[in-house]
T-cell receptor, first 115, second 112 residues
């Protein structure tokens, strides 16, 4: 069965500092991997996705993520954090079924940005 | 940009009452998903539709929850009777076949 682990419940970074959010997955085949962001009381917005090909993927809002098969990881990075990036971030793994992909989410990492 | 619509955004209900949530997916998206997100956790899939057919409801508590998508477009999720443990955010998402999911703003349910 698929599973996703986000080891950090909370992370605090200073505005302008770099950011890395960790994600480890368990899946028996080539995974489909996603990062979503959720602001308080809101739905989830897709930041980026990995299906195949280049293991470094670019997303919206200046985010990128790197797929490392050997480490079963898909960490999210941003070189310079803005105060508006404060939110909760979810990593998800998808299985390619017959009718679209079923997502399994991690528990999330809450990002706090200090000025 | 097209979005997934959900209503209501907030719902407060007493335990043992019935409650219903509505979702209108992005036009042309054949696959629709209902997730439940308990505070402090990631979303968990309750039910997945392909057009009007249920393709996965393995995590849906069928004694009290029901979902339908009669015409293969919008969908309704119902809880009857509601229990205190049902307090959560209920998220709807849609996708084209084999592509990423787009989420609506969610319905925050509080059961008192």
């Amino acid at each position: 069965a698929q599973s996703v682990t986000q080891p950090d419940i909370h992370i605090t970074v200073s505005e302008g500092a770099s950011l890395e959010l960790r994600c480890n997955y368990s899946y028996g085949a080539t995974p489909y991997l996603f990062w979503y962001v959720q602001s308080p009381g809101q739905g989830l917005q897709l930041l980026l996705k990995y299906f195949s090909g280049d293991t470094l993927v670019q997303g919206i809002k200046g985010f990128e993520a790197e797929f490392k098969r050997s480490q079963s990881s898909f960490n999210l990075r941003k070189p310079s954090v803005h105060w508006s990036d404060a939110a909760e971030y979810f990593c998800a793994v998808g299985s390619q079924g017959g009718y679209g992909n079923k997502l399994v989410f991690g528990a999330g990492t809450i990002l706090r940005v200090k000025s | 940009e097209a979005e997934v619509a959900q209503s209501p955004r907030y719902k407060i209900t007493e335990k043992s009452q019935a409650v219903a949530f509505w979702c209108d997916p992005i036009s042309g998206h054949a696959t629709l998903y209902w997730y439940r997100q308990i505070l402090g956790q990631g979303p968990e899939l309750l039910v997945q539709f392909q057009d009007e057919s249920v393709v996965d409801d393995s995590q849906l508590p069928k004694d009290r929850f029901s979902a339908e998508r009669l015409k293969g477009v919008d969908s309704t999720l119902k809880i009857q009777p509601a229990e205190l443990g049902d307090s959560a955010m209920y998220l709807c998402a849609s996708s084209r076949r084999t592509v990423e999911q787009y989420f609506g703003p969610g319905t925050r349910l509080t059961v008192t």
